[in-house]
C-alpha cells in the first residue's frame, strides 16, 4: 500500500484506492490550510538501476513503481509502461527521458568573477525542452499503474480528460506527455499567449481554451477554469502540488541525477539557486537532495537559495513573515504567507510570474533546513544571467531558465560549489 498524507491537515490518501492528488480536505469554505499530498514514507534504501532512463534508473525510488509492486505487477511491466512512453514519446518529441548533463562552467565562472566553481545542469534538451515533463512523467505513470494493475482508483479513468493551466512550459510538456500516452488534454490559457506555443499545443492535438476574465471575476481566469474542468470530472494534469501533490516526485528524478554525479565527481555542493515560479521545481529538489543524502549518495545537502524577480516575489514575501513562525503553525494559515501577488508583474524571467508560490510551503521547510534563503533580483541581473548563459556556455536557455544565475550574480559568495539548473530552451 502507497499512503499520501497531507502536509497541513494530515487527511491520508492510499493512492490504490484514490487519485493521490488533491487533499480530499483542500477548497473547503473559510478553510485557510495549507494542503499538499506528499508520498507517507519513502522506500528504504532503494537500489539504483543501470539505465540511462532516470525512470528506469531511479525505479525503486519513485511511489508509482512501489504501488506497482505492491498490486503485483513485476519489474518488466514498469520496464514496459515506461518503454512504450519512451517509444512514443521519440516518435513525437525526438526523444525520451535519459539523463540530462551535469557539468563545471568554469569560463561562466570567471565571467561572473566567482571565486569556486559553478556547475550547471541542463535540462533544455529534456523531453519538450524543459524539465517540466519529468513532473508529468510521474504522473502519467501513477495513472499507467492504476489502469494496469486494475486498483479502484483507476476506474473509468480514461474517460476522463486531463486539464491544465498554463501557457508555457509546462503546457507544452504535458502536451508531449499527454500525446505520448494517446490521453486527450485540455491546456487553459490566456488570450495573449505565444504564438509559438499555441501553434506547437494544436499540432501535438491538445484542445485548448482561451480564458478571458469574467466581470467580477478574482484570481487567474485560467486556473479558475481549470478548476471548474477538474471539479466536472478531468484529470489534473499541471505541476502545482496543492492540485497534484504527485507531480512533485517525478521532478525529484533531476536532483538523484545531480546527488549521483556529485558523488561520483567527490564533490559536495554548498549552494543550489533554484529560479521558482509556481515552486514545483525548488520543491522536487529540496525532496530530491534530502532523499539522496539519507540513501548516501552526497554527506550533505546544499543550501537551497530561491531566487524570484522583483517583478513577482511571494515567496520572498512569505519567507520574511515566516522569520520566527513554527512551519507546522504556519501550515495553518496559508493567507498570512501566502496569496496572490497584488500588481500585474512583468519581467524578462516570465516562465516564474506565477501570481503565488503554491509549493511554498516545502520551499520554506527546506530553505530552513539547508540553511538557505529566498532572495529577489533585478531586472538587471537576470538580463546579464541570460547574457552570460549565452556568451559563455552552449546552452540555449530562456531567461526564465537561467533566472537562477541570476541569484548567483547577486550573492556570488554564497558557496564554493554552487549549483544552478538552465531550463526551458529558447523558442
Ligand atoms: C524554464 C523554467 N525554469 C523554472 C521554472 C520554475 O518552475 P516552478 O514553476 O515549478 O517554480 C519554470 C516554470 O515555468 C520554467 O519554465
Not at 16 to 39: E, K, Q, T, W, Y
Not at 159 to 164: G, K, S, Y
Not at 166 to 195: E, H, K, T, Y
Not at 378 to 403: K, L, M, P, Q
Request: proline fraction near 5%; include cysteine.
Amino acid at each position: 500500500m502507497v499512503m499520501f498524507r497531507c502536509h497541513g491537515c494530515g487527511a491520508e490518501v492510499d493512492a490504490g484506492s484514490r487519485l493521490a492528488f488533491r487533499c480530499p480536505n483542500a477548497g473547503r469554505p473559510g478553510d485557510d490550510v495549507d494542503h499538499v499530498l506528499v508520498v507517507e514514507a519513502e522506500a528504504a534504501s532503494p537500489p539504483i538501476g543501470s539505465e540511462s532512463d532516470p525512470f528506469l534508473r531511479y525505479r525503486a525510488w519513485l511511489s508509482p513503481y512501489r504501488l506497482a509492486r505492491g498490486a503485483g505487477l513485476a519489474d518488466a511491466a514498469w520496464g514496459d509502461l515506461v518503454g512504450r512512453l519512451d517509444d512514443a514519446l521519440t516518435a513525437i518529441d525526438g526523444r525520451g527521458f535519459r539523463i540530462t548533463p551535469m557539468a563545471e562552467r568554469r569560463s561562466l565562472a570567471q565571467a561572473l568573477g566567482l571565486a569556486g566553481a559553478l556547475w550547471v545542469k541542463d535540462e533544455t534538451g529534456n523531453v519538450s525542452g524543459s524539465h517540466k515533463a519529468r513532473h508529468l512523467m510521474g504522473v502519467m505513470l501513477y495513472l499507467r499503474v492504476l489502469e494496469a494493475a486494475g486498483l479502484p482508483a483507476g476506474e473509468g479513468l480514461h474517460a476522463r480528460r486531463l486539464a491544465i493551466a498554463s501557457c508555457g512550459n509546462a503546457a507544452l510538456a504535458a502536451a508531449v506527455v499527454a500525446r505520448a500516452a494517446d490521453w486527450p488534454l485540455d491546456v487553459f490559457i490566456p488570450p495573449d499567449a505565444d504564438g509559438t506555443v499555441k501553434a506547437r499545443l494544436e499540432e501535438l492535438g491538445a484542445e485548448i481554451t482561451i480564458c478571458d476574465r469574467r466581470a467580477g471575476e478574482v484570481g487567474d481566469p485560467c486556473y479558475l477554469r481549470f478548476r471548474e474542468a477538474v471539479a466536472s470530472g478531468a484529470i489534473p494534469f499541471g505541476v502545482q502540488g496543492p492540485d497534484n501533490g504527485l507531480a512533485i516526485e517525478g521532478g525529484r528524478t533531476l536532483a538523484f541525477e545531480m546527488a549521483e554525479d556529485f558523488g561520483r565527481i567527490g564533490v559536495v555542493p554548498d549552494a543550489l539557486f533554484v529560479q521558482v515560479g509556481g515552486g514545483a521545481l525548488a520543491s522536487a529538489l529540496a525532496q530530491g537532495f534530502a532523499i539522496a543524502r539519507a540513501n548516501g549518495l552526497i554527506p550533505s545537502v546544499p543550501k537551497l537559495i530561491a531566487v524570484q524577480t522583483a517583478g513577482c516575489a511571494p515567496l520572498a514575501r512569505a519567507w520574511e513573515r515566516l522569520a520566527g513562525v513554527e512551519l507546522d503553525a504556519a501550515a495553518k494559515y496559508r493567507s498570512r504567507f501566502m496569496w496572490a501577488w497584488e500588481t500585474t508583474p512583468a519581467s524578462l524571467a516570465h516562465g516564474i510570474l506565477d501570481d503565488e508560490t503554491y509549493d511554498w510551503w516545502a520551499i520554506a521547510q527546506a530553505m530552513r533546513a539547508s540553511g538557505g534563503r529566498a532572495i529577489i533580483v533585478d531586472e538587471a541581473e537576470v538580463a546579464a544571467a541570460h547574457e552570460a548563459s549565452r556568451a559563455y556556455t552552449d546552452i540555449a536557455a530562456s531567461a526564465t531558465g537561467t533566472a537562477g544565475l541570476a541569484g548567483v550574480i547577486a550573492e556570488p559568495d554564497a558557496g564554493r560549489e554552487i549549483a544552478v539548473i538552465f531550463s526551458g530552451v529558447e523558442r
